[in-house]
């Protein structure tokens, strides 16, 4: 398996190989008194120097649909991306066939990070899919498209990964509200969407 790591040097010698390290990196926030060890920076700081520095390139995400004008998608996530200074845009994808979309130059871009998929596509971008979860795979159905790479012969590949979240959404408020209260019953859901086959 392959185990994440954390690979960096104390004091302010060490500055730069936080910078360079990216899972798990120890940050702290300006506006806390003291840090918590030598050479700590924080988040604000990690985060410009890496944009400064190239290490970390800005990525396009959409939500993927037909007729999503109404999304506030692209301003939530876009403000989430802000917050945290991430250099990321997150824009709509409104195409009547998924093909379009495969097709496009987001889709094909080096930049393109991923997705989140609505209504028309939640089924037909299966077929476009490297792998996916398992959820995905017994739900018939994918809400979330997420750009990933692997290390190929030569190069790294990128690997077009499918996920469903959906049913969390319905799982996780039916498991509160009925936690105790014995097994077996029965549930209505209506719909004939993606959301529904969660």
Not at 10 to 19: I, M, P
Not at 102 to 130: E, R, W
Request: glycine share 10%.
């Amino acid at each position: 398996p392959d185990i994440p790591r954390i690979s960096l040097m104390l004091g302010s010698a060490g500055e730069f190989s936080r910078v360079i390290n990216f899972p798990f990196t120890p940050v702290t926030h300006e506006k806390l008194p003291f840090k918590a060890a030598p050479g700590q920076l924080a988040a604000s700081e990690l985060m410009t120097t890496r944009l400064v520095t190239r290490l970390l390139q800005p990525r396009q995400f959409a939500i993927l649909g037909h007729n999503i004008a109404y999304s506030v998608s692209p301003q939530m996530q876009g403000s989430a991306f802000q917050a945290v200074s991430l250099p990321n845009v997150y824009g709509r994808a409104d195409v009547e066939d998924i093909e379009e979309f495969v097709k496009s130059g987001l889709y094909n871009a080096d930049s393109f990070g991923g997705c989140s998929v609505t209504i028309p596509h939640k089924q037909s971008i299966i077929q476009h899919m490297d792998e996916l979860s398992d959820a995905a795979k017994a739900i018939g159905s994918v809400n979330t498209v997420v750009m990933r790479e692997k290390l190929g012969e030569e190069e790294l590949e990128r690997v077009v990964y499918g996920d469903n979240t959906d049913w969390k959404g319905i799982f996780n408020p039916l498991q509160r509200k009925l936690l105790g209260k014995g097994k077996g019953g029965a549930c209505l859901i209506v719909g004939a969407g993606g959301t529904a086959r969660a």
